[in-house]
């Protein structure tokens, strides 16, 4: 089936650190959706994109939907203990009824 | 507000036994979802319900039934348990299946055990 590449697969930075993660694929995406889950809790959403270019933010939190439609970063600024988790991407190709999950980014901050 | 429930949280089960999983969401929303989670695996969609009275088959459905029992209720069915399903199992719910309504919103989870 079609793939997302969620990378890197696992993070260890310092609090303080800004953070970096991405999803990318070779088809066309109409949506993308960025998730946070906490150990032992589901996934909740963080942010949501629908249009190519678009840029938002929640807080310390930054999630852009790629010029080319196939990719979408996610940033987190002066990252703090309460952002351990696991970051999800999720999206729904051109043409397609549901959405994709990547595999998740893990990430670790050493106080 | 309660969101997307599910019922039981943990559960040991014995090879070839059988349990249902309860889920249930109180956002009125029609399409609704069960996803395993498997380390390294991400999530892994195993059957979904665009809409009261319709199931369709995910990623992994094997080994598994689901039933729609109504717009809130959707639960998920191991007739004969196997290691194999020892996952943490999660139920979510959108407003629709896509477009502008497609983001979904997860429940907390149950943790599965087969031995």
């Known amino acids: 089936g079609q793939q997302l590449n969620q990378s890197p697969q696992s993070m260890f930075i310092q609090e303080g650190e800004d953070v970096s993660m991405n999803c990318t694929s070779s088809s066309i995406f109409n949506t993308w959706l960025w998730y946070k889950q906490d150990p032992g809790e589901g996934p909740v959403l963080l942010i949501a994109l629908y249009k190519a270019g678009e ?30 988790g ?10 397609a009824q549901k959405l994709v999950f990547g595999q998740g980014t893990r990430l670790t901050i050493n106080p | 507000n309660a969101g997307v429930t599910q019922t039981p949280k943990f559960q040991v089960l014995k090879t070839g036994q059988s349990m249902t999983l ?15 989670q498997d ?43 196997a290691p194999s399903q020892t996952s943490v199992y ?26």
């Not at chain 2, 309860?22 to 395993?36: G, I, K, L």
């Not at chain 2, 299946?97 to 907390?108: D, V």
Request: proline letters at 3%.
């Open chain 2, 39 to 81: 380390p390294g695996m991400g999530l892994r969609l195993i059957y979904y319900s665009a809409s009261e009275g319709t199931t369709d088959k995910g990623e992994v459905p094997n080994g598994y039934n689901v039933s729609r029992l109504n717009k809130r209720e959707f639960s998920l069915r191991l007739e004969s348990a």
């Open chain 1, 55 to 84: 840029l938002t933010s929640n807080g310390r939190l930054t999630a852009q939907f790629g010029i080319t439609r196939k990719d979408s970063f996610l940033n987190i600024s002066a990252s703090i203990p309460s952002d351990v």
């Open chain 2, 90 to 115: 999660f139920c979510a719910s959108s407003e629709a299946l896509s477009g502008r309504g497609e983001t979904q919103y997860f429940g907390p989870g149950t943790r599965l055990l087969v031995l």
């Open chain 2, 22 to 36: 309860q889920c249930a969401q109180d956002m009125n929303h029609n399409s609704m979802y069960w996803y395993r």
């Open chain 1, 86 to 95: 696991i970051y999800f991407c999720a999206g729904r190709f051109q043409g």
